[in-house]
């Protein structure tokens, strides 16, 4: 008599935030349950599911909380997920913050291949479109005939300046055009942050950085990396809602604010 093993990936790491060392454990779960984070270093493990209803805090990451319990920076494990369509599994993690690695999915998609995988699973179609604005930044979903995401991004700085970036899941690959892309900052911004207590994790090993004129770690996985990583957190806010409706989502210049605001629209019309 054969006993079948779950499939479990453990990954260790620091956050990009808090600067702890945190572990997360990852196993496939039943069909129907979801994604949900575990703080099993909290008393009774509280679950945190991985729903838009969860979302906390939107400050440069995705903070989920349920009650008392909190983890942030999920984004990135959660687009890898998503895109893996490994729609259900439970996420055991031992502290506040997600591990960044090396600041994109590339890591996270490595991790978990060892997990069922199936396609990324799309919902039903969007038929009337929705545009969220904060002066000159937006994000939109509108009525498309595939699953399509568009990025843009505008910085007053040489080394960015204005990108955009599509993707469509069904004709380019996830692992290699937009996973690998890093998280990235700006050098003047990099002091005022960690003294409002944030970015305590993040290195020049784990993230992008320029100042006016150049990067100061090249190089570039992509020339126009940066908004692929900002369409890379633009999927692991959207995969909140569970399955993603079939439309175009849009995004300028936009932020996690912007990003689950648009979740939160969509799971108000039905989504």
């Not at 999915?105 to 978990?112: G, H, K, R, T, V």
């Amino acid at each position: 008599m054969s006993t079948q093993v779950t499939p479990r990936i453990e990954v260790a790491g620091i956050g990009l935030h808090s600067g702890a060392e945190t572990k997360v454990v990852i196993q496939p779960t039943a069909t129907g349950t979801g994604r949900v984070f575990v703080r099993v270093d909290l008393p009774d493990r509280p679950a945190i599911p991985a729903t838009i209803e969860s979302v906390h805090s939107t400050t440069l990451s995705t903070e989920l909380r349920v009650g008392a319990a909190s983890v942030r920076t999920v984004e990135h494990l959660l687009a890898a997920l998503t895109a893996s369509g490994i729609t259900d599994a439970r996420i055991e993690i031992d502290g506040p913050e997600v591990p960044l690695l090396d600041g994109s999915a590339q890591s996270w998609l490595a991790a978990i291949a060892p997990l069922p995988q199936g396609d990324l699973e799309i919902g039903e179609t969007l038929m009337e479109a929705i545009w969220i604005y904060q002066e000159d930044q937006f994000v939109a979903a509108v009525p498309a005939t595939e699953l399509r995401f568009t990025y843009g991004i505008d910085f007053d700085l040489k080394p960015i300046g204005n990108q955009w970036f599509s993707w469509q899941p069904d004709r380019q690959s996830f692992a290699t055009e937009v996973a690998p892309a890093r998280t990235f900052g700006l050098a003047h911004q990099i002091e005022q942050l960690r003294q409002a207590g944030l970015i305590k994790g993040g290195s020049l090993d784990n993230a992008l950085v320029c100042d006016r004129d150049r990067w100061l770690n090249p190089p570039l996985r992509f020339e126009n990396e940066p908004v692929r990583h900002k369409l890379l957190d633009f999927i692991g806010d959207l995969s909140l809602l569970g399955s993603l409706p079939k439309a175009h989502f849009i995004a300028y210049k936009a932020s996690h604010d912007l990003h689950t605001q648009l979740a939160q629209r969509l799971r108000a019309a039905g989504f």
